[in-house]
């Protein structure tokens, strides 16, 4: 029987610049994968880097003219929560982006997204609310690389209780696409990783759960131990 591999992924909402770098740093050597939440201010209330006006530093590391902070330490997967996915995707591809997450209800044009994400190189995945039944992926399940199953009813905000529905979605999803890597975000804690993993969770996304401890680096690793 093949053991499954599942990966703890830190999510970060960056207030700013300096503040990606800050907590960037403090998962140097601990993980290989950290969530951007990217928020514009439009598509849900709040504003994350680098929809920060007056802010220079994307559009310089868009052009190569700087890189991501500890990008050869780190990979970064992006969770975009924005109005207009398929203008920013390329443009965190050219970042330096190893995977983008879209949330299917905001979807307007796939295939512009799919041309944009090389395939076998960069990952792509669709996010999918709690409320959104699973039918509407259907048509993307065979063009993807994964799922992120949203945890939490109001997407863009750090700290709320876990929807146990998402457990449901798990659950259908990985029936219907047994080897398909499932992503949890959102309500993610020390109660609910092991039965989310044994739900059929490979990936967990988590905010509140690590970045609230005393030692992000100890947290981390508990985590892990817990679902390993």
């Known amino acids: 029987m093949k053991v499954k591999k599942i990966q703890i992924i830190p999510a970060v909402m960056p207030r700013d610049y300096e503040d990606l770098v800050e907590m960037t740093k403090k998962f140097v050597g601990v993980v290989s994968y950290i969530q951007l939440d990217i928020m514009d201010g439009k598509n849900v209330p709040n504003r994350t880097w680098p929809h920060i006006p007056g802010d220079e530093h994307f ?26 996915p398929e203008v920013w995707v390329p443009r965190w591809i050219f970042a330096g982006a190893r995977r983008v997450i879209v949330h299917v209800e905001g979807i307007k044009d796939f295939e512009a997204i799919r041309r944009a994400v090389p395939e076998g190189i960069i990952e792509l ?14 048509p993307y399940l065979d ?10 009813e109001k997407i863009g905000y750090q700290g ?17 696409r047994p080897e398909l890597p499932i992503s949890v975000d959102g309500g993610v804690s020390f109660e609910n990783a092991r039965r989310l993993v044994d739900a059929g969770a490979t990936r967990l996304v988590s905010g509140s759960a690590i970045l609230e401890s005393d030692d992000v680096a100890s947290a981390t690793r508990a985590l892990e131990n817990l679902v390993s």
């Open 125 to 138: 995945g669709l996010a999918i609310g709690i409320s959104t039944p699973l039918s509407v992926l259907e």
């Open 160 to 176: 709320q209780p876990f929807d146990n529905r998402a457990v449901e979605h798990i659950q259908a999803l990985h029936v219907m």
């Open 59 to 84: 559009e310089r590391i868009e052009n190569e003219e700087e890189g991501m902070p500890e990008w050869e330490s780190i990979d970064f997967e992006v969770d975009l929560m924005i109005n207009d």
């Open 143 to 152: 063009r993807i690389d994964f799922v992120q199953c949203m945890g939490i």
